[in-house]
Each structure stands twice: as structure tokens, then as C-alpha cells.
């Protein structure tokens, strides 16, 4: 079976099985690198999206009107009560897409294994 001629980032010849015309495996074809690259950024679109600048928004507007005396110290302080609800509620989303995410690409990474398994079968 024909053996990728990539070196592993730890040195040493890469192990994995080619198929076909291919020299190199998935990993070290640099015609997959838009595609690696890709996977490895997904897990780190955990930055504030668009409802953590909203919610932001709402309490800047919120302190600003209790300060200035035009917003009602009451409903300020609920609204204070909801917004972190909300916020709870998007950390849990982020929470249960990182993990959809790892799963995926564990996923990903098991067909890729299989794929070559059988090909050194
Ligand atoms: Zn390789």
C-alpha cells in the first residue's frame, strides 16, 4: 500500500495509506489546507456574536438611562434580570455548539481513519 510522503510535525515519516495517484493523506496534501484550516477555525467562532452585542447594548442603555435619571430604577433593575437570563441562555447555546462542533469534527476525523483503514486493508 502506498504511504503518504509527508513528515509528521513531530518528525518521522507520516504513517497514513494514499490511495490512487495521491503521494500525500489528507493532512499533508496542501490542496486540503483551505479545508483544514477551515475545521480548525470553526471551534473558535465562540466569540461574542451578534445577541452578546445586543444584550451589551441593552444594559449600556439601561445604566446610562438609571444614571441620567430617565430610566425607572425598577424596570431597569427586571430588565437587568431578564438580560442575564438571556446571557445565560446564549453561554448555554455557545456551550452546546462548541460541543456539536467537536463532535463533528471527531466525526470527520473517524471517517477520514476508516477511509484509510480500508484502503490499508
Ligand atoms: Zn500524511
Do not use: W, Y
Amino acid at each position: 500500500m502506498p504511504q503518504c510522503a509527508g513528515i509528521k510535525r513531530a518528525g518521522g515519516r507520516c504513517e497514513a495509506v494514499v490511495s490512487g495517484q495521491r503521494t500525500l493523506c489528507f493532512m499533508h496534501d496542501p490542496a486540503n489546507a483551505e479545508q483544514r484550516k477551515r475545521a480548525a477555525s470553526r471551534g473558535g467562532k465562540s466569540k461574542p456574536n451578534k445577541e452578546l452585542a445586543d444584550i451589551k447594548r441593552l444594559i449600556s442603555g439601561l445604566i446610562g438611562g438609571v444614571l441620567k435619571g430617565t430610566t425607572n430604577r425598577g424596570d431597569a433593575a427586571v430588565c437587568g434580570q431578564l438580560a442575564n437570563t438571556q446571557l445565560r441562555a446564549v453561554a448555554v447555546e455557545l456551550r452546546v455548539r462548541e460541543q456539536l462542533e467537536l463532535i463533528e469534527r471527531v466525526e470527520e476525523l473517524e471517517e477520514i481513519i476508516e477511509r484509510q483503514n480500508k484502503k490499508g486493508a
